[in-house]
């Protein structure tokens, strides 16, 4: 095995010359981000470690600036473009002691928290722009250890479990810039680097809510950024060094871009990282990541006290008229929920578990059209900016309704943080019981590289937090804000299984049971 940097003076083919008797896997990186004439890409000599013999020389390991002291072993240090530094010796037969794969991640701020990985501190020396985001190696040494299977999601003994919603990070390549950050007091403060100051708060939120599950409900990613996977990175790694599972939906910024990933190459990433429950969901189904994760009972039950369901809501489509528009939900997917639900509501019906509480609940990054309706009753937080959705209406909420989900939960509009309900509606098929819910509820903005800011006004950054008590068959909810000790506009949802509309100035609270 061996590695070198090749760079060329266009964008691929490159001219640079390698062993043709040697299999190179190219890094499909640029690592000069796409900024230059020129273009550098890391290549890997990969060898069969069936058909590795005693003499062949495999890398022990590898150095990125100045030359190591030169090993015990009498083997030395080779120099390779780029300021790495290999050590090479005949392979032992110990594969675990050999560098097994290569990567590349960017920035300075960059992570990797998948298991056995070694980030390195130095970059590459490789004469770029000073503002391109450095190009680090990371490596693994061995094989890597197979995931462990998933843990199933239970509730708290007490019956409890809790959920933290982190929407609309807005991760760059590099540490980005922040351009509409305040103060405690509301003052505005200069522009600073934008994704350490994210990573800082959702670390901050997590350790105060301790969560059960963090749900990232889009827009994980900005648009138009050079390295997807260094990005996706840094958003999850604070939820992974806490051991907290988590479960994303994608957004419509997060393969927006000529060299962003695909949905479907994020998710790959996505779920083969520690504590994901992330699927990409029914090849049959549009979009990627529709699927449902079910909240148990206390161990050792199999019985669901919760689903949550999961939905791509798709991404912005060209519009003369309207500007932005946005594709709506797709009938695929209404069917595949409501086909879901019912199946799952059936298979609990022939169970004799004691609980008669389900709370099911529905995450998304794009709002529904309901979110705008006038009818909408607000009964916390704040419309601070126009909902921005699809202008077709596939009525999926109509279907959720139906269902007997409780709340749905989106992103996007960054500085809208209430939840709201439509009026009681008659349901369709005849049945004349009144019909509430679900709550519409924003998540608004957990990132300082996307805006949070509106018509001139500055506000802070927040996450959303769900409580459901299995036990008492309610569900209530909370933002934690920037600088604020508190929780701040807590308001219950659902009371005994029951969507709670709370009294307003004008109207009495309302009551609808749930099935």
Not at 30 to 57: C, G, H, I, M, P
Not at 428 to 436: E, V
Request: aromatic content about 8%; glycine content about 6%; hydrophobic content about 35%.
């Amino acid at each position: 095995m061996d590695l070198t940097v090749c760079i060329s003076p266009t964008v691929p083919p490159s001219t640079c010359e390698l062993d043709p008797r040697i299999w190179w896997h190219r890094i499909e990186k640029d690592l000069y981000q796409y900024t230059s004439q020129q273009s550098a890409w890391l290549y890997v000599a990969l060898a069969n470690e069936e058909k590795l013999a005693a003499e062949d020389l495999v890398v022990m390991d590898i150095s990125v600036g100045q030359p190591p002291p030169n090993p015990s072993s009498g083997y030395l240090w080779e120099s390779r473009p780029g300021g790495i530094w290999v050590l090479r010796s005949a392979f032992s037969g110990m594969i675990d002691q050999a560098v097994t794969e290569v990567d590349v991640l960017f920035g300075m701020d960059a992570v990797d928290p998948r298991p056995q990985w070694a980030l390195m501190r130095s970059s590459l020396q490789l004469n770029a722009q000073p503002k391109v985001p450095v190009a680090r190696l990371s490596v693994l040494h061995g094989r890597a250890k197979p995931s462990p299977d998933r843990a199933a999601l239970r509730v708290r003994e007490d019956g409890k479990f809790r959920i933290v919603q982190i929407s609309d990070t807005h991760m760059v390549t590099g540490v980005g810039v922040c351009k509409d950050a305040i103060d405690a007091h509301g003052k505005n403060l200069p522009d600073s680097e934008a994704d350490p100051l994210t990573v800082d708060f959702i670390g901050k939120i997590l350790d105060v809510e301790k969560p059960d599950l963090v749900v990232l409900t889009g827009d994980q990613l900005h648009h138009d950024i050079s390295d997807s996977q260094s990005a996706l990175f840094k958003v999850v790694a604070p939820i992974i060094e806490r051991s907290i599972p988590f479960a994303t939906v994608f957004g419509n910024h997060d393969s927006e871009g000529i060299h962003a990933l695909s949905r479907t190459a994020q998710m790959s990433i996505l779920q083969n990282l520690p504590f994901s429950l992330c699927e990409s969901g029914p090849e049959q189904v549009d979009g990627i990541g529709n699927f449902y994760l079910q909240v148990l009972a206390p161990a050792p039950s199999q019985f669901p006290l919760s689903t949550l369901y999961f939905l791509d809501s798709h991404g912005q489509i060209p519009r003369m008229i309207y500007n932005p528009d946005y594709d709506p939900i797709k009938q695929s997917q209404i069917d595949w929920f409501t086909n879901t639900s019912q199946a799952q509501r059936g298979a609990r019906e022939k169970d004799d578990y004691n609980n008669p509480f389900h709370l099911p609940v529905a995450f998304q990054h794009i709002p529904l059209p309901e979110f705008g309706d006038s009818d909408l009753r607000i009964r916390n937080g704040h419309r601070r900016e126009p909902t921005e959705g699809p202008r077709f209406n596939s009525h999926f909420y109509d279907a959720l309704a139906k269902e007997g989900i409780l709340a749905l939960c989106c992103g996007h509009d960054h500085v809208n943080n209430f939840c709201g309900l439509l009026p009681q509606q008659t349901q369709q098929d005849g049945d004349k019981t009144p019909q509430l819910g679900p709550w519409l509820c924003y998540g608004s903005c957990s990132g300082f590289g996307a805006y949070c800011s509106y018509d001139g006004k500055r506000f802070h950054r927040q996450m959303r937090v769900l409580e459901l008590d299995t036990s008492a068959g309610s569900l209530k909810t909370w933002m934690r804000v920037e600088y604020a000790m508190n929780r701040v506009d807590e308001l219950v949802l659902v009371e005994s299984g029951a969507v709670v509309d709370p009294p307003g100035e004008e109207d009495e609270g309302r009551r609808c049971v749930v099935s």
